[in-house]
């Protein structure tokens, strides 16, 4: 059964940094597109970043370009969503996300997911 499982949420002050870790099963991660998502109370969800199947592409979007970094660990078969210099905007529940594809270049937010896991809540706060 396919499986993602996002944690390391928690909170953070402005400022600050955090590491997200999606752990993924059922699945070998480097096969699949994957991304990162995020949620704000009252707010639409945006898409934070993604990498593509060969691990070369990567994007992310502008609010968070620069500050986050997308990581995988094939071995861990783990994702993971790295967070610098926070602020109190970055305050969302923070999914990851997987979709199949056969095109090692695919990175795209914007693309329908086939699979989600069920979120871990960062806030960031003084």
């Known amino acids: 059964q396919l499986q993602l499982v996002e944690s390391g949420g928690g909170l953070v002050q402005p400022g600050g940094s955090l590491r997200l870790s999606c752990a993924a099963s059922g699945f070998w991660l480097a096969d699949y597109a994957m991304a990162w998502f995020r949620q704000a109370p009252g707010k639409e969800r945006e898409g934070v970043g993604c990498i593509s199947p060969s691990g070369v592409i990567r994007n992310y979007a502008d609010s968070v370009k620069g500050r986050f970094t997308i990581a995988r660990d094939v071995h861990e078969n783990t994702l993971y969503l790295e967070m610098f210099s926070l602020k109190p905007e970055d305050t969302a529940v923070y999914y990851c996300?997987?979709?199949?594809?056969?095109?090692?270049?695919?990175?795209?937010?914007?693309?329908?997911?086939?699979?989600w896991g069920k979120g871990t809540l960062v806030t960031v706060s003084s």
């Open positions: 996300a997987a979709e199949s594809t056969l095109d090692q270049t695919m990175c795209d937010v914007q693309l329908p997911m086939d699979y």
